[in-house]
């Protein structure tokens, strides 16, 4: 590795926030360090390189652009995915390679596309679909539901039998279909296609959880922690559920919306993010955009697994445009959201739907793989550094569309369509702290500058240029740990008190303390604690009210930026949460209505007043809260420095099995929050 001038030491919350999140414990105990983690994520890029050739060694050319590659990311000042920096380089992501991909959409009509959803769940990827009414359909006669649970904890070999194994029987005068699921993701993921497609009749469906490892054990493969069968079980019966209610009859969409959702509540130790689409004018459409309403009330507690999208395949009107606003406002502000598909077609004609974000354009049985350039740090430098790290992610990021998706569980649609659009998702972050973020031809240039290094390396292996290269993601974590603003988000103030979540098992806890980092129990999840870092974005400018610097930057305005983006950088779409009040979304819906052509979508969110504390707002904590000068720096004056803070001997720590990892949660922490 080169001795970089320019590295750059990590903040406190970055550092702490890649032990975190992205540091895979060692075998001998402890957690990797930032250099184990880049070099992992240069060696799956050596791998997918050499394999891309025929399996024939990389020329000491080739093995340069790799090194500068380790460089960049060592520096921070750009990334490839959180996905790939918690997986690259392992056996799992060699062998299930749909597990490196951020981004999936997929109609959900029969019990594959169920299954496939499932199975991408599992695999950590966040999933867009469609619920398409006509060939899913309940069981053919209600049956009783029973569950065995899985008491495995109290047995000395924790691992069960991985594949599920079927049954039908008689028991005392009645009929008993068992699906006796496995201690496996693809038996879980082809555990509910059983159930989806079991036509035969029988007096009682057992689900039998007993084969599933007890909650709490780490999977060898991922890396992930065991929630066992305390979120599945629970789930599964409620499918099954479903199923009884519509006996004989084809599943609604809000059917199949439940299933998707139900689904999603299984993952305990990373958050699944979901969207779901349907179309304006459908029967079912306004049901649909109301059905997170009152969820607490009616047990609906699923639903806030997607954020729920319509979308519009002509020219909406202007009261269409203040309906849905009205809606939104009726539900709390923020659903559903809206997609402009005619545009989205124009951009990409393959477009069934979007990815949880909405940044990425997609077929249905679609991927993407995203990376993300820090504009800020590249501020008062030569312009030529950022070309070629932006050259750099966008090589690599082709590379990653190298893949074999032919697993075993997906349908081979998904391959084919890789093999074919090849799409890229060129991202970048740091935007609010951008010297150049308002000159429309510095963005062309980039939009260039990727678009030609993902066609330059396509050429290379003789393989099919990307269909579309550019975009823009939320990007929370990333952007944490290259110490920068949130995608094209501008921070709610210029001192902000960060709150991050953390297990209490956590063995890092214990140095925060030490470091007089405050700790404080998390009131939403009693296994989880809260510790506040404190942030200063010195490069942003913001108003004065009452002594805080706080962002009252108008909707419009955000909205200003997107399209300047979308008109100068952006192929996919530009993802981004407008924070409004409700006195601006009249000028908001004349806003999409007048610039409709150039809309793909956005996520719309009530504004937090930023000059708000927590306890002004009635709230028992806020993920991030604004505070003053004096208060930032008298609290920031009292922390003491972290020593090894991303883990890098790993020397002295234990209790990793007990250690919750929140891997490649892309989409999940972010400003493009699941609603």
């Known amino acids: 590795m080169r001795n970089s001038p320019e590295m750059r030491t990590p903040s406190a919350r970055a550092a702490t926030i890649i032990r975190r999140t992205y540091a895979r414990p060692l075998p001998a105990g402890g957690f ?40 960049v990311l060592l520096n921070r000042s750009a990334s490839v995915s959180g996905r790939t920096l918690w997986l690259g380089g392992t056996a799992v992501a060699k062998k299930r390679e749909a597990s490196m991909f951020n981004c999936a959409f997929t109609k959900v ?47 000395e070999q924790k691992k069960g039998r991985e594949t599920n194994v079927e049954t039908y029987t008689q028991e005392h005068g009645k009929s008993v279909w068992t699906i006796g699921i496995g201690d496996s993701a693809e038996a879980w993921a082809k555990s509910v296609g059983k159930v989806l497609a079991g036509k035969r009749k029988a007096d009682v469906l057992r689900l039998d959880f007993s084969q599933i490892r007890p909650a709490g054990e780490r999977l060898a493969g991922y890396g992930w922690i065991s ?56 029967p079912e459409w306004v049901e649909f955009a109301k059905a997170k309403k009152d969820f607490w009330v009616h047990n609906n507690f699923h639903r806030q697994q997607s954020n729920n999208s319509v979308m519009f395949k002509s020219r909406p009107t202007q009261a269409d445009i203040t309906h849905l ?83 075993g569980v997906l349908q081979r649609a998904w391959h084919e369509n890789n093999e074919f659009l090849r799409l890229c998702g060129v991202g970048v972050t740091g935007v609010a702290e951008w010297d150049r973020a308002d000159d429309a031809l510095a963005w062309m240039n980039l939009r260039d500058a990727a678009r ?42 210029k001192f902000i008190f960060n ?69 100068n950088y952006v192929d996919h779409n530009c993802s981004v949460t407008i924070s409004y009040s409700p006195e601006e979304a009249a000028a908001s819906a004349e806003w999409l209505h007048k610039n409709w052509d150039n809309y793909v979508g956005v996520s719309f969110l009530y504004r937090t007043d930023p000059t708000k504390t927590a306890k002004d707002l009635g709230y028992l904590y806020m993920p991030q ?46 400003a493009c929050p699941v609603r």
Request: a negative charge.
């Open 227 to 282: 929630s066992g069968d305390e979120t599945f079980a629970p789930a599964l019966e409620r499918i099954a559920q479903i199923l009884n209610k519509r006996a004989g009859q084809l599943l609604s969409r809000i059917d199949i919306l439940d299933v998707l959702n139900h689904l999603g509540t299984t993952l305990s130790s990373r958050r699944s993010a979901e969207i779901a689409l349907v179309p304006h004018g459908d």
């Open 452 to 493: 030609g290094a993902a066609f330059e390396m396509a050429d290379e292996l003789g393989l099919p240029r990307p269909k579309a290269v550019t975009t823009v993601k939320p990007s929370g974590t990333l952007s944490k740990i290259m110490d920068t603003t949130e995608g094209v988000h501008k921070p709610l103030g």
């Open 32 to 71: 990797e360090s930032w250099e184990d983690i880049v070099g992992r994520v240069v060696s799956h890029q050596r791998w997918l390189w050499q394999r891309a050739l025929g399996d024939k060694p990389l020329t000491s050319a080739q093995e340069n652009e790799l090194e500068e590659l380790r460089e």
């Open 625 to 670: 809260e604004v505070v003053t000068e004096e208060t930032y720096r008298a609290y920031a004056g009292t922390l003491l420095p972290l020593e090894r803070a991303t883990g890098a001997s790993g020397a002295g720590e234990t209790g990793e099995e007990d250690f919750e990892i929140d891997a490649g949660s892309d989409c999940a922490s972010g």
């Open 109 to 155: 009509e029969t019990v594959h596309d169920v299954v496939d959803a499932f199975w991408l769940l599992l695999q950590g990827c966040g999933v867009g679909f469609e619920p398409v009414v006509g060939t899913l359909n309940g069981f053919t006669a209600p049956m009783e539901i029973e569950l065995i649970r899985s008491q495995r904890d109290k047995l």
């Open 325 to 407: 606003f009205d809606l939104m406002q009726e539900a709390g502000g923020s659903e559903p959201g809206f997609i402009n598909m005619v545009e989205g077609k124009r951009r990409a004609p393959w477009i069934s739907g979007v990815n949880p974000c909405a940044e990425i354009l997609l077929p249905n049985k679609g991927f993407c793989n995203l990376v993300e350039i820090n504009l800020s740090h590249f501020n008062g430098k030569n312009i030529r550094k950022l070309w070629r790290t932006v050259q750099l992610l966008a090589r690599a990021n082709y590379r990653q569309t190298c893949v074999n998706l032919v697993d």
């Open 499 to 567: 709150n991050v979540r953390f297990s209490k098992h956590d063995p890092y806890v214990e140095k925060l303390i030490a470091a007089n980092y405050r700790v404080f129990q998390d009131p939403s999840s009693p296994d989880a604690v809260l510790v506040t870092f404190p942030v200063a974005y010195e490069n942003v400018k913001f108003d004065e009210v009452d002594g805080k610097f706080v962002n009252l930057e108008p909707a419009v305005a955000q909205l200003d930026r997107y399209k300047l983006l979308m008109d």
